[in-house]
């Protein structure tokens, strides 16, 4: 069965400093990958996404992902986290078919 | 760019009700789906369709219907509303014929049964 973990429900990072969102999942064929991001009281938003290539996939906002089929695992990063940053972000997969599996999500607060 | 309407932000209802969301998307999406998003559960599927009149549960289909009986609409039905059908619901579309393709959302119906 397909499933998504996101560790840690909540991320706290000071301005500027490195942020790191982790995403894990479970699959047993090639994945899709996607990184939203959902700003209060908004829909989620498209980040990024990886599908087949490049491993290291790069998004909007400064934010990119690296695919490492070895460790299952697809995390977020930006390397100087802003105020605007602030907000709950949900990595999600798709196989086959229509369904996409999120993440419980993380929300991520930027001290000042 | 995609645009995803959901006709209300803020709904509030009676237990007992029946409810309707509705969302509209402007790409002309095969498909459409409808989550509920609750805190600490993350995003979970209500409903989805891959086309007009086709419909599929998700995971969590109890309570609710859903109509899609033109492309661009795809609304979501609760039939008797139960105060644990509170929570954001969110709709999002999506193009078929290609796994590659992200779903686009809309802003999302905060929905309280009192």
Redesign the interface.
């Known amino acids: 069965a397909q499933s998504v973990t996101q560790l840690g429900?909540h991320v706290s990072v000071s301005e500027g400093a490195l942020v790191l969102l982790r995403c894990n999942y479970s699959s047993s064929v090639p994945p899709?990958l996607?990184w939203?991001v959902q700003y209060p009281?908004?829909?989620?938003?498209?980040l990024l996404?990886y599908?087949?290539g490049a491993t290291l996939v790069k998004g909007i906002n400064g934010f990119e992902a690296e695919f490492k089929k070895s460790e299952t695992s697809f995390h977020l990063t930006k390397p100087s986290a802003h105020m605007s940053d602030a907000a709950e972000y949900?990595c999600?997969v798709?196989?086959?078919g229509?369904?996409?599996y999120?993440?419980?999500?993380t929300s991520l607060t930027v001290i000042p | 760019d995609v645009k995803?309407t959901?006709s209300s932000?803020y709904l509030v209802k009676r237990t007992g009700e029946k409810v309707f969301l509705e969302c509209v998307q402007d790409m002309d999406h095969e498909?459409m789906?409808w989550?509920r998003q609750d805190p600490?559960?993350?995003?979970r599927?209500i409903y989805?369709s891959?086309d007009v009149k086709m419909k599929?549960k998700?995971d969590i289909p109890e309570g609710y219907s859903v109509s899609r009986e033109k492309k661009e609409r795809f609304s979501l039905i609760l039939e008797s509303a139960s105060t644990n059908q509170t929570s954001m619901y969110?709709c999002?579309s999506?193009e078929?014929g290609g796994?590659?393709q992200?779903?686009?959302?809309?802003?999302?119906t905060?929905l309280s049964i009192l």
């Open positions: 429900s899709y996607f939203y009281n908004q829909g989620l938003q498209l996404k599908t087949t949900f999600a798709r196989e086959t229509n369904q996409f999120f993440g419980t999500g | 995803v959901q932000r498909n789906f989550y600490g559960l993350g995003l599927l989805f891959y599929e998700g969110l999002a999506r078929a796994v590659k992200p779903q686009h959302f809309g802003d999302g905060r």
